[in-house]
């Protein structure tokens, strides 16, 4: 079994800045790809940005310049540094991890941090 646990949400002013964490433990496969999927109230959940065991992120468009995803492989945790927040990036932000091994895929979810960005 795969756990995925976050911190860093909480409350800032448009233009703060904050840094999310999240640690997996379990039986995870040295090669995989981990994330932060964002929810807000009414919508659909989206992916904000990735990063491959290899080092290689991927961002979504909102995101770009404002936003750092990293990863520390031996300690099996991601990180995401928001900077330039916005009104609009209010929302709860889960952490994910998901790998292929053989023909199964894996997929693990955080419980997700809360992030509220006051105008």
């Known amino acids: 079994q795969v756990q995925l646990v976050e911190s860093g949400g909480g409350l800032v002013q448009a233009g703060g800045s904050l840094r999310l964490s999240c640690a997996a433990s379990g039986n995870i496969f040295r090669i995989n790809t981990m994330g932060w999927y964002r929810q807000a109230p009414g919508k659909q959940r989206e992916l904000v940005a990735a990063i491959t065991s290899g080092g290689w992120p991927n961002y979504a468009d909102s995101v770009k310049g404002r936003f750092t995803i990293s990863r520390d492989n031996a300690k099996n945790t991601v990180y995401l540094q928001m900077n330039s927040l916005k009104p609009e990036d209010r929302a709860v932000y889960y952490c994910?991890?998901?790998?292929?091994?053989?023909?199964?895929?894996?997929?693990?979810w955080g419980q997700g941090t809360q992030v509220t960005v006051s105008s």
């Open positions: 994910n991890i998901h790998w292929r091994a053989l023909v199964r895929e894996y997929d693990y």
